[in-house]
């Protein structure tokens, strides 16, 4: 009996949330996160610490004081969040010259300034709905039917108006497509709330299982005010005498005084009496949650779909996670923007990590498919930019390379893919192809010896078609070789792949031999930058103690491979040209050529 009692004891959760544009708000002691499907159909979430200042935390403490303080932040935090999820969920438009001016100038971001308006506006429309309509409705009545002036009929009309008005204004916006699908996630809300609440697993099952009615709802909040507010100003007007004051403008204007001076003492009891009624499941309290259920069940909540509870749920566990966490970072969604400023943000996160800033320029560049220099350019990032932007930026953030991130690179014209199979070409690889093209002549043979991605093979291939040239690439890699090859099908070239340990399978001789070996340091390869070390072939970059292994096998084979008055290309690191040029005795005359930065880069041997 008492498992039972245990398993349907209620969960203490002071949780609670906002229905947004195709979302849900979540907030608990320490957090509020935003779940947003966004037009992918993927589920963002937005999660920030509360950030609150020490007056504000012991005020938001006090009884009575508490109602108008959360009240307050929560018009002003619910605007901003209903922002942001439009943000997510819609396209963002061109920046106009104001907003930027704004930004530049003064750092101010004009969605913020966007959003206190708004709030200013909503609390001057429930101020014109709520209380000058209905006060100038029934003085209106009064001047038909004087009888009614300090009569209990005067506050009784007042009162059936401000409900009236109230219903009114719910049902009418009702008839909104949006607000009916806002009301949903309203609905997701609730139930997810209740789901734990009860101590059920949040499933969407479950979930969906609960009732979408809840008893700490912002509508019953409204429904209370609504009452107090017709209670109190009654008491007061009737204390104060306002009726007996002779001229009708002088009456009405004090009455309004009376209600606006007394907002902050209607909202401080309005809450207490929510906070105190939602302690409580009994049936007579049952009475006083009554009207608040049925405006909910009528107006403001929807049954919501699956995907809707989904996206509840993602909201409220993350704000269980932060909560729970407090060095959880926060997140943010994945907005549009201004390519200029979100640009900037990049290279910032990019610094930091001491990433290369030029990676953001690739990521920018490709993604948006324009050229680097036209970053410069005044145009908005979509939100689905932003999405594609966003993905590579954290995978490059985890040290993996931008290449192999994008999954191909240009060299020489040609799309080469690269991954972790292959070194990533370098700039410096490029000018070797370069020389080799150059080299080759009428009907040669030529081998590319450890060809990796096959760039070097595949541009000589391509660069020398009409030559009748034949193109051999060797490499000890297998997995290497497979990725050569579709470079090979990709680019059209004709290219025919050997695996083999140096020279060990190699029959024949050529022309033309082309190689760019591992010429690391093995002691240097833990210095390198973390996305060479972690991320590329080690069998790739490893030469060595001094970095000449390789250069030593092909200088004591390479004349049984090489025709008379052929010619050996080679790559070297930036200090071993002179050391690899006398592991090459048996030659007729060699080239050193200097690379872009003025490197003694490669070499021209010729036998």
């Not at 203490?12 to 907030?27: P, R």
């Not at 991954?419 to 009907?443: H, M, N, S, Y």
Request: a neutral charge; glycine letters at 8%; hydrophobic letters at 45%.
């Amino acid at each position: 009996m008492s498992d039972k009692r245990e398993k349907n004891k209620k969960k203490s959760c002071s949780i609670g949330g906002q229905a947004v544009l195709e979302g849900v708000m979540m907030m608990g002691r320490t957090c509020m996160a935003t779940a947003v499907r966004d037009p992918d159909g993927q589920i963002q979430v937005e999660a920030r610490r509360l950030k609150t200042s020490p007056g504000v935390a012991r005020a938001s403490k006090i009884p009575f004081v508490r109602g108008i303080v959360n009240m307050v932040a929560s018009l002003v935090r619910g605007t901003g969040t209903l922002m942001r999820s439009a943000a997510v969920y819609g396209e963002e438009e061109e920046a106009g010259r104001f907003e930027k001016w704004l930004a530049e100038k003064f750092k101010i971001n004009l969605m913020s300034v966007v959003s206190t308006i708004a709030v200013c506006l909503g609390v001057v429309l429930a101020v014109a709905l709520f209380l000058v309509l209905p006060n100038l409705a029934v003085s209106g009545l009064k001047e038909v039917f004087p009888s009614l002036t300090g009569s209990a009929w005067e506050y009784v009309i007042l009162g059936v108006l401000k409900l009236a008005i109230f219903f009114a204004y719910l049902g009418l916006i009702l008839l909104l497509k949006d607000i009916r699908r806002l009301y949903m996630y309203h609905g997701a809300e609730h139930k997810t709330i209740t789901c734990y609440e009860k101590g059920l697993p949040l499933t969407v099952e479950n979930v969906m299982k609960c009732s979408r009615l809840h008893a700490r709802c912002g509508t019953s909040f409204l429904f209370i005010v609504i009452a107090v507010n017709i209670l109190i100003i009654s008491l007061v007007n009737w204390a104060l005498g306002v009726a007996s004051i002779e001229n009708g403008v002088l009456q009405f204007l004090a009455k309004l005084g009376i209600e606006i001076v007394l907002l902050p003492v209607i909202a401080g009891v309005s809450y207490e009496i929510l906070k105190f009624v939602a302690k409580f499941d009994n049936k007579f309290v049952l009475i006083f949650k009554a009207p608040g259920f049925f405006i909910q069940k009528v107006f403001t909540t929807r049954e919501p779909d699956e995907q809707m509870a989904e996206v509840a749920i993602a909201a409220f566990e993350k704000v269980l996670e932060m909560d729970a966490d407090p060095e959880m970072p926060e997140t943010e969604f994945i907005t549009g923007g201004i390519l200029s400023q979100k640009l900037a943000d990049t290279k910032k996160k990019f610094a930091e990590c001491g990433i290369d800033e030029s990676d953001a320029e690739w990521i920018y560049s490709i993604v948006l498919g324009i050229k680097r220099s036209e970053l410069s350019a005044e145009r908005v990032v979509t939100p689905a930019e932003s999405k594609q932007i966003a993905a590579i930026v954290k995978e490059r953030l985890s040290g993996r390379p931008l290449w192999y991130i994008i999954g191909d690179v240009d060299f020489c014209g040609c799309k080469i893919k690269v991954d972790e199979r292959v070194l990533i070409p370098r700039p410096e690889t490029e000018q070797l192809a370069e020389i080799a093209i150059k080299t080759v002549e009428e009907g040669d043979k030529v081998l590319d010896m450890c060809t990796g991605s096959g760039c070097l093979a595949i541009a000589i291939a391509k660069g020398c078609a009409g030559k009748n040239v034949s193109v051999t690439a060797a490499d000890v890699s297998d997995a290497a070789l497979m990725l050569a090859k579709e470079n090979a099908n990709y680019n059209s070239a004709v290219v025919h792949f050997i695996q083999t340990d140096l020279f060990e399978n190699i029959r024949g001789r050529f022309n033309v031999i082309v190689c760019n070996p591992p010429y690391i340091r093995t002691e240097e390869i833990l210095s390198l930058d973390r996305e060479v070390k972690d991320f590329e072939p080690r069998i790739a970059l490893d030469g060595g103690a001094d970095g000449l292994d390789f250069y030593r096998r092909l200088a004591k084979e390479v004349n049984r491979y090489v025709v008379r008055g052929g010619m050996l290309i080679l790559e070297v690191g930036e200090d071993q040209a002179a050391d690899v040029l006398r592991l090459f005795e048996k030659r007729d005359y060699a080239i050193v050529i200097k690379d872009l930065e003025g490197k003694d880069r490669f070499l021209k041997i010729a036998f």
